[in-house]
């Protein structure tokens, strides 16, 4: 079936950096999704692409749907601590059902 | 409120015995999904509805799982003869036009 490697597994970082974090896949999708996800709380949409080579940005986080339509980058600007959480990438295939990446776990320290 | 609800938010349960997980999804939304998450991992899917009809099940590990939606809206996954290996958080999300909302989860634990 397919599967999405996402990476790295998880982040330490200072207040105030960049964060990047990716996704691939051994097979093609056709929209890719980005989410985050607190403790307790269901994941929380917070990037979509729909066309290969998009390229999109939500405030402080931009993400790339890749040109051979099996991989997406996430990047967080300036991090803050309300930042931390659990990052997960997932694509759709056309079958209305997403399949999710591992996570990334992002700890942000002032 | 305005989101997906679930109940219970926490069920400890002894193996072998029957679960209801219910799914209330937000007003409207024709679609809902079933997502099982393990500890460290991504969502998993589970079933999918439009309207009162599965689209796909093609996620259910086997035959003692089985979800229902009778009335296109709210739904309810039901786990027989449970296992330790069902320990897990249950999600669900609904849908009008694409994105997905997700409930809180039902988080399941078999003894």
């Known amino acids: 079936g397919q599967q999405l490697n996402q990476s790295p597994q998880s982040m330490f970082i200072q207040e105030g950096e960049d964060v990047s974090m990716n996704c691939t896949s051994s097979?093609?999708?056709?929209?890719w999704l980005w989410y985050k996800q607190d403790p307790g709380e269901g994941p929380v949409l917070l990037i979509a692409?729909?066309?290969?080579?998009e390229l999109t940005s939500n405030g402080r986080l931009t993400a790339q749907f890749g040109i051979t339509r099996k991989d997406s980058f996430l990047n967080i600007s300036a991090s803050i601590p309300s930042d931390v959480g659990i990052y997960f990438c997932?694509?759709?295939?056309?079958?209305?059902?997403?399949?999710f990446g591992k996570g990334t776990k992002l700890t942000v320290n002032p | 409120g305005a989101g997906v609800s679930q109940t219970p938010s926490n069920k400890v349960t002894e193996k072998g015995k029957y679960v209801e997980l219910r799914c209330d999804p937000i007003?409207?939304?024709?679609?809902l999904y079933w997502y099982r998450q393990s500890l460290g991992q991504g969502p998993e899917f589970l079933i999918y509805?439009?309207?009162?009809?599965?689209?796909?099940d093609s996620g259910l590990p086997n035959d003692r799982f089985f979800a229902v939606r009778p009335e296109g809206s709210v739904s309810t996954l039901k786990i027989q003869r449970t296992e330790r290996g069902d320990s897990a958080v249950y999600l669900c999300?609904?849908?009008?036009?694409?994105?997905?909302?997700f409930g809180e989860g039902s988080r399941l634990t078999v003894l």
């Open positions: 509805f439009q309207g009162t009809g599965a689209a796909d």
């Open positions: 997932a694509g759709e295939g056309g079958s209305e059902k997403l399949v």
């Open positions: 097979s093609i999708f056709n929209t």
């Open positions: 999300a609904s849908s009008s036009s694409g994105e997905l909302f």
């Open positions: 692409l729909y066309k290969a080579g």
């Open positions: 007003s409207g939304h024709t679609a």
